[in-house]
């Protein structure tokens, strides 16, 4: 086995030299993909009573699009993926406004904290959001494995 590299070796080198755009633009997709398909359900419960509960179903896809996009294109990956994870990462922070006002408008509002933050909009979901948008900001930024 002289001369001959292990797999996970390759990765810890490549990720040690900041080499992970490809591995973190799929890393991307999946993520935006399985994050798309929890806030459709649970704004579907809710009924999507707000127009802006769209807003992260309709951006997922792009994501998704752009991620897979940056696992085969370095072009791809330099320019649509952190054009929509931006978008993605802005659209998370702005979930967390509509949340937080979510709990705050619920009777008691943040008085009956202890109660509304379980019984409201989940206050931590947008960011999941706009951690998935980080991840492919990230990855625009990092080299492409070798």
Same mark, same amino acid.
């Given at each position: 086995?002289?001369?001959?590299?292990?797999?996970?070796?390759?990765?810890?080198?490549?990720?040690?030299?900041?080499? #992970?755009?490809?591995?973190?633009?799929?890393?991307?997709?999946?993520?935006?993909?399985?994050?798309?398909?929890?806030?459709?359900?649970?704004?579907?419960?809710?009924? #999507?009573?707000?127009?802006?509960?769209?807003?992260?179903?309709?951006?997922?896809?792009?994501?998704?699009?752009?991620?897979?996009?940056?696992?085969?294109?370095?072009?791809?990956?330099?320019?649509?993926?952190?054009?929509?994870?931006?978008?993605?990462?802005?659209?998370?922070?702005?979930?967390?406004?509509?949340?937080?006002?979510?709990?705050?408008?619920?009777?008691?509002?943040?008085?009956?904290?202890?109660?509304?933050?379980? &019984?409201?909009?989940?206050?931590?979901?947008?960011?999941?959001?706009? &951690?998935?948008?980080?991840?492919? /900001? /990230?990855?625009?930024?990092?080299?492409?494995?070798?």
């Amino acid at each position: 086995m002289v001369g001959t590299e292990h797999l996970l070796d390759r990765v810890v080198r490549n990720v040690e030299h900041g080499r #992970f755009e490809r591995s973190l633009s799929g890393l991307t997709a999946a993520a935006a993909l399985v994050t798309g398909a929890e806030v459709y359900l649970e704004h579907y419960k809710a009924s #999507f009573g707000n127009k802006w509960m769209w807003s992260p179903v309709l951006l997922t896809p792009p994501l998704v699009i752009a991620g897979i996009g940056g696992v085969f294109s370095q072009r791809w990956a330099k320019t649509a993926l952190p054009a929509a994870a931006g978008l993605y990462t802005a659209n998370g922070l702005l979930g967390e406004y509509f949340h937080f006002r979510g709990v705050a408008r619920k009777p008691g509002g943040w008085k009956l904290a202890s109660y509304n933050m379980v &019984m409201g909009p989940p206050i931590s979901a947008p960011g999941l959001m706009a &951690m998935v948008g980080g991840m492919g /900001l /990230l990855a625009a930024v990092l080299r492409r494995e070798k």
